[in-house]
């Protein structure tokens, strides 16, 4: 199926992988875009060669150096938590790439798209890992929708076809996923990570503000599990339990989205990419 997010990007699907810092990999990305996906992977990563873009996270202070950088090589660059700025967008653009921002709130959708970007990414409060809005992503996607021209893709605790063809057919332009994938075996989550988001529900989520080291004030969805955990340890890093970590992970951030409920066999990418566009015409 083709939208026109899918022509944008020059991919076949309108399903893009979310970058997930710290656990985003190569392989994983190479894999969605090989199954007709979008890949992406987090800013250091080396990119995957096809439709696949990088994520920078403002809060980290990536130098325009840096973007120009990753734009030479990425022909896609999105940016996440932070005002759209002109700046970043137009570098990207002089070295011939796309521009995305994911997006909390309508207002910020409309600066987005008055700043130049191509698209953007609607994230609800379903989503795993970090939170920039307060809206559920069916309200939120019907507010950007009405907002601006350049196409939506639609964030935030998916999991199900029935759940992607519903967002598709509500005018997602596509569908970001995270959690799925992180149980993929391309990815770098570490197993243990991987384990207790096979075995969780919806309801163990929680949206905190604990993992907040060298990131303040933004919440983020994790398992609660974790949570208790760390307020046990101390343990405040933003970095989720990877193959690198070389510690228990118990207490670590394990980001979950709300529908890791439906997530219950770790499957390779190109399966998951298959089972989620399933139900499209």
């Known amino acids: 199926m083709r939208t026109r997010f899918a022509d944008l990007v020059g991919c076949e699907l309108p399903l893009q992988l979310a970058a997930m810092g710290g656990v985003g990999t190569t392989e994983l990305a190479a894999a969605v875009v090989l199954a007709g996906g979008m890949g992406m992977v987090p800013a250091g990563v080396p990119i995957a060669s096809g439709s696949c873009g ?41 070295e011939g790439g796309l521009v995305a921002w994911q ?42 929708m009405d907002d601006v021209k350049i196409p939506v893709v639609a964030a935030g605790g998916v ?26 075996p391309e ?10 988001l096979l075995e969780a529900k919806g309801e163990d989520t929680e949206l905190s503000g604990w993992f907040n080291q060298g990131w303040d004030g933004a919440p983020h969805r994790v398992l609660r599990a974790c949570i208790q955990a760390a307020m046990e340890s101390g343990w405040r890093a933003t970095v989720p339990p990877n193959t690198r970590t ?33 139900l499209l015409d």
């Not at 150096?65 to 990425?74: G, K, L, R, T, Y």
């Open 54 to 94: 990088v994520n920078f996270l403002l809060p980290f202070r990536p130098s325009l150096e840096d973007i120009i950088e990753a734009a030479s090589q990425a022909p896609t660059v999105e940016f996440f938590y932070g005002d759209p700025r002109r700046d970043f967008v137009e570098a990207v653009h002089a």
């Open 103 to 144: 997006i909390g709130s309508a207002s910020e959708a409309t600066a987005a798209e008055d700043a130049g970007c191509d698209y953007v990414v609607a994230q609800g409060i379903e989503a795993g890992g970090h939170i920039r809005g307060n809206q559920g992503l069916d309200e939120l996607l019907a507010a950007v």
């Open 159 to 184: 999991a199900t076809a029935e759940r992607f063809v519903a967002l598709i057919g509500a005018g997602a332009g596509a569908v970001r996923v995270g959690t799925r994938f992180v149980t993929s």
């Open 187 to 196: 990815s770098g989550a570490h197993p243990d990570y991987v384990s207790r």
């Open 246 to 278: 070389d510690r228990d992970v118990s207490d670590m951030a394990m980001y979950a989205g709300m529908g890791v409920g439906d997530v219950t066999s770790a499957l390779p990418a190109a399966e998951v990419v298959r089972d989620l566009v399933r």
